[in-house]
């Protein structure tokens, strides 16, 4: 089960929305299907992302053969790495590129937690600050039926994969 919290200040200016999911699987694997290509191409909307996994280094997602058919960018979303401590925190801001709307938003900033000491279960922890950028915050809480399920369906479908051995979709 993937849970979800907002908080938003009384302006309504930031918004922060943290997802955090249980996997029973060891945190080097949950990293692992987070960061290496070979793993992230097979979960979610089974695009394949590129880390860069220094301070400054970039990070890539590509298209899957479906949304090229589409007319979706080369580059669907990037972002820069801002902090990263293998397996247990990766930090990168984070821009979708496949509507002009939310590219004029800018970066966001995307914070993954991994923890274990939770049995064989690794908690991951995904927190997406969303200041400024309410067209993002709707298409990555899964709001618009057009856009997929957002950040709810791509954890509970790397849940899955680890978990099962295969995906949702």
């Known amino acids: ?89 990766l930090v990168q801001t984070w821009r979708a590129n496949w509507d002009p709307e939310l590219v004029a938003e800018g970066y966001t900033r995307v914070s993954f937690e991994l923890s274990d000491g939770f049995g064989d279960a690794t908690r991951l922890t995904v927190t997406h600050e969303l200041t400024g950028a309410p067209v993002t915050r709707h298409q990555v809480d899964g709001d618009n039926p057009n856009a997929g399920g957002g950040w709810p369906f791509i954890l509970s479908d790397l849940k899955t994969l680890l978990e099962t051995g295969s995906s949702i979709g």
């Open 1 to 89: 089960m993937t849970t979800a919290t907002e908080t938003t200040s009384t302006t309504d200016t930031t918004t922060v929305r943290v997802y955090r999911v249980f996997v029973n699987a060891p945190i080097q694997k949950v990293w692992d299907a987070i960061v290496d290509p070979e793993w992230n191409a097979q979960y979610g909307y089974k695009c394949r992302a590129d880390y860069d996994l220094s301070e400054g280094g970039a990070y890539r997602c590509y298209p899957n053969e479906e949304m090229t058919s589409f007319g979706a960018p080369d580059v669907i979303i990037d972002g820069e790495i801002i902090e990263v401590d293998p397996p247990r925190r």
